[in-house]
């Protein structure tokens, strides 16, 4: 992906995809204990389905086909399996009114969605690619479906004995166990050009001498040199950013150029990776992971979902190779724990989760100021 800038192409991403989709359920019975599903390495028969215009996609939308592999890896057609479309989200670019002139200027917004759709088991996913005139791209997933469901002997909450310790009721003898969604996306950023590296901003708090303020925040810039460092968990308490930088290429006021991860609203694993079978999901004890492109490193928890060795960015990372001024590629883990509410049954109300990569010192001012009125 490139940005015309004034007549030049800019890149931004040369390649960005899911790469892995985990969702490990919460019942140590027998017959649960082993659903901890990589369901884009562990289901066969293609991913995508076709597309309804005006119902799951707008009716004004472009359709697109792809051919996928089937269970026995021959290659079909499937028709409308992505759309491509604009609308208006309901808020302005931007806007300011002005105290002297008493004068308005507001731009109106417009995003540009590529989607898909992906039935895996008793789940619908659907993929949004969201691009801004701001710079911007959001990824999105939206979950629906139908939730995995068991049956119990008990009825309700009636006879007085409280919840099952491992899901919900939400009818009549029909528990929907506890579980996990977890997404690891896989972004080739290519900042303007490949020789980027990665800088982690903690936001710190630091007491002055004297003054009117004794304590303010300032950013603490830091360059992961190795994989290792580049390892990043999200805390409320200790805020800060994770930026994808070019330390060649200067914006008008000298900072290097860059792309900001925005994190918004994840949450990671509550269980270690030896927890889970065969030790699957190792992906999910981080929300971020940065490493050297390699071309055979595709799949954020390995090639094979059933090897007896596995290989998935724990593995290489610990490896602990250097990343700085180089080809990296970050892999953002976006997630939620899903406790089943009564509403999500019989089908699922679509719940969406999302992250973002904005431009951070990319442009020397707002990309998006002569949007017209």
Same mark, same amino acid.
């Given at each position: ?10 890149s931004i991403l040369y390649q960005g ?138 009825r309700d909450l009636r006879d007085g ?41 903690? %936001?710190? #708090?630091? =007491?002055? *001498?004297? /003054? ?6 300032v950013v603490e810039p830091k360059i992961? $040199? ?44 509550? %269980?270690? #990776?030896? =927890?889970? *079978?065969? /030790? ?12 050297? $492109? ?48 009564? =509403? ?30």
């Open positions: 992906m490139k940005y015309v800038d004034d007549g030049k192409p800019r995809h899911l790469s892995e989709l985990f969702v490990p359920y919460m019942d140590p019975l027998m017959d649960w204990r082993d659903r901890a599903y990589l369901d884009l390495a562990e289901n066969p028969g293609g991913l995508a389905n076709s597309l309804q215009p005006g119902l799951d996609c707008p009716s004004h939308a472009t359709f697109i086909d792809a051919v996928v592999a089937n269970g026995q890896g021959i290659p079909v057609r499937v028709e409308r399996a992505a759309c491509l479309f604009e609308f208006d989200p309901g808020s302005m670019a931007w806007r300011h009114w002005d105290f002297m002139t008493r004068r308005t200027e507001s731009r109106a917004n417009r995003v540009l969605v590529l989607r898909m759709i992906a039935t895996l088991g008793n789940y619908d996913y659907v993929f949004d690619w969201v691009f801004m005139q701001n710079g911007a791209i959001r990824i999105r997933v939206g979950s629906t479906g139908i939730d995995q469901a068991k049956a119990v002997t008990r004995k409280g919840e099952p310790p491992f899901g919900h009721f939400v009818a009549p003898h029909t528990v929907a166990v506890n579980h996990d969604h977890y997404f690891s996306y896989r972004l080739d950023l290519d900042i303007d050009g490949v020789q980027n590296s990665f800088l982690h901003e903690s %936001l710190k #708090v630091i =007491e002055l *001498p004297s /003054g009117p303020c004794r304590k303010v925040w992961a $040199r190795t994989e290792k460092e580049a390892r990043m968990r999200m805390h409320m308490a200790r805020p800060g950013l994770w930026r994808v930088i070019n330390p060649a290429v200067k914006g008008a006021v000298g900072n290097p150029v860059s792309y900001h991860i925005r994190a918004m609203g994840t949450n990671r694993s509550l %269980l270690s #990776v030896e =927890e889970y *079978p065969g /030790g699957r999901g190792g992906f999910t004890s981080n929300y971020l992971w940065v490493t050297p $492109r390699r071309r055979d490193e595709l799949y954020a928890d390995g090639k094979y979902p059933f090897p007896t060795k596995r290989n998935g960015l724990p593995q290489w990372t610990d490896r602990d190779r250097p990343i700085e001024n180089t080809e990296i590629v970050a892999w953002y883990t976006l997630g939620f724990h899903h406790v089943v509410r009564v =509403e999500d049954w019989p089908v699922m109300s679509t719940k969406w989760d999302q992250f973002e990569i904005r431009p951070y010192n990319f442009f020397d001012r707002n990309p998006a100021i002569n949007l017209p009125k």
